[in-house]
């Protein structure tokens, strides 16, 4: 079996800066938007702290980057004091929002699921200086976390994480996100090889003529972590469409192998350039690649598998 999406080169395209204080150790999961002929990167970033920042970096052609020497965002409150992490960006009615977790002490009287991981939102107007909003959910650990790029029936609509499931959230302001009005979208399956334990998207799902284009991560009982691919009906995105029983994309270089985290890759972009599908992705928590692959190959392979 052949992975769909094929890497652009069989090295990373970013590096951890050596002589960085903030980003020296890892750089990886990037959430990355193409916005005026230009690829925009927002990649969590560690230093020898090993707390996580958010950098940013420009690029014509996705794979050679002009970084900026500092963050855009870092840890500024207590709920965040360890980390902010895996952002996911997508432009809506001409605002930018980013998605990102909150990594930090519990806030509150934290449930039995937890309360360190927050899934928080933020906006901006010119991608450099972000607003924060609000949670999607307080009081239990929750992430992977990202916006559709359009309201549907004057709703905003979130993936969000509630692990092991992946499941959907409606706001109207961005800032209040029902409980009453969240749904378990798609889970892992027991008697599937490679999505068997847990699963959380990946980027902004993308809008196509058959449905939604729900790129997804998910891990086996040996945390080998893969990507795949399901259609989400266009007018009700609570509906599952299509997801087929093989993954799309997987480990294979060594440094997606071995790393910070083995056996791991991860991405918070999936953006469509062309005719094409570019997805930038975190390997082994360490470095930052990129594997593209014609949309309409993606499309078929998600409808037919």
């Not at 902010?84 to 997508?90: F, G, L, M, T």
């Not at 378990?184 to 939604?212: C, F, Q, Y």
């Not at 990129?290 to 598998?305: N, S």
Request: hydrophobic content about 40%; proline content about 8%; overall charge negative.
């Amino acid at each position: 079996m052949e992975p769909i999406l094929k890497r652009v080169s069989e090295t990373p395209i970013l590096l951890p800066e050596l002589t960085s204080s903030w980003e020296c150790a890892h750089v990886f999961n990037p959430g990355v938007i193409y916005h005026r002929g230009l690829f925009h990167m927002f990649y969590r970033a560690q230093g020898l702290d090993q707390i996580s920042r958010i950098g940013y970096a420009i690029s014509e052609n996705g794979i050679h980057w002009n970084r900026s020497r500092h963050p855009v965002l870092v840890p500024s409150y207590s709920y965040e004091a360890w980390g902010v992490e895996d952002p996911r960006v997508v432009e809506i009615e001409g605002t930018f929002y980013m998605t990102y977790t909150a990594y930090g002490p519990p806030q509150g009287q934290p449930t039995i699921a937890g309360g360190a991981i927050v899934p928080m939102v933020a906006r901006s107007s010119n991608l450099i200086h972000w607003e924060r909003l609000a949670p999607i959910v307080h009081g239990e650990d929750n992430k992977d976390h990202v916006l559709f790029p359009k309201r549907l029936k004057d709703w905003f609509v979130a993936v969000h994480r509630p692990r092991p499931w992946i499941a959907l959230a409606f706001s109207k302001d961005l800032r209040d996100w029902p409980r009453e009005r969240m749904v378990k979208l798609l889970g892992p399956r027991d008697d599937n090889w490679w999505d068997n334990v847990s699963v959380g998207a990946n980027g902004v799902p993308i809008e196509t003529d058959h449905g939604w284009l729900l790129f997804y991560h998910a891990y086996d009982r040996q945390r080998v972590y893969r990507f795949g691919v399901a259609l989400l009906d266009l007018d009700d995105p609570r509906q599952v469409r299509s997801r087929p029983k093989d993954p799309v994309f997987w480990p294979e270089m060594a440094w997606e192998k071995f790393g910070n985290v083995p056996n791991v890759v991860f991405s918070c972009a999936n953006i469509v350039v062309g005719d094409s599908v570019y997805v930038f992705y975190g390997g082994a928590d360490h470095v930052i690649g990129l594997a593209v692959a014609p949309l309409q190959e993606v499309i078929d392979f998600a409808l037919h598998g």
